[in-house]
């Protein structure tokens, strides 16, 4: 079954559909805005645009509060924010996982990678630490053979 693809742009823009959309139930029900101004205003606060059909001094407070926060909530600005405190969150999540040994002095990282030269590929079960240990060995046959050519 086909999916779409799920990246930023989609989701920035589904982000501010979303609140385009919602826009509707809040700012609807005081009966002050037909349907389509309802929408309109929703979705020209999203985009920032700036449109009115209406004269804002003609609408509730709630109403005039939610069109001057929802434009806050949509710009570049804190969208990019939000991105990089999910960003954040993702690697420290999983750099937890990764072994400690990237972390330390230069000496025990190579002691350490020459314990895990001697293991089969088989003991790693991530593919992450599989594909390092195979450049870690592949990176040292090179090193050699270089050496073997300039004897």
């Not at 599989?130 to 592949?138: F, G, V």
């Amino acid at each position: 079954m086909w999916r779409p693809p799920i990246n930023f742009v989609s989701l920035h823009y589904t982000y501010i559909i979303l609140l385009g959309l919602l826009s509707f139930p809040i700012l609807y029900p005081d009966g002050t805005l037909s349907a389509v101004d309802t929408y309109h205003f929703g979705v020209s606060a999203t985009t920032e645009s700036g449109l009115n059909t209406v004269d804002l001094k003609e609408l509730k407070t709630y109403q005039q509060l939610y069109l001057y926060f929802l434009p806050t909530v949509t710009n570049i600005g804190f969208i990019n924010i939000i991105v990089v405190i999910v960003r954040l969150w993702w690697f420290r999540k999983h750099l937890k996982k990764e072994p400690q040994i990237y972390f330390q002095p230069e000496e025990i990282q190579i002691l350490a990678r020459e314990q895990e030269m001697s293991k089969p590929l088989d003991a790693f079960p991530s593919l992450h630490h599989r594909r390092a240990l195979l450049h870690l060995r592949s990176q040292e046959f090179l090193v050699s053979l270089q050496h073997k050519m300039k004897v």
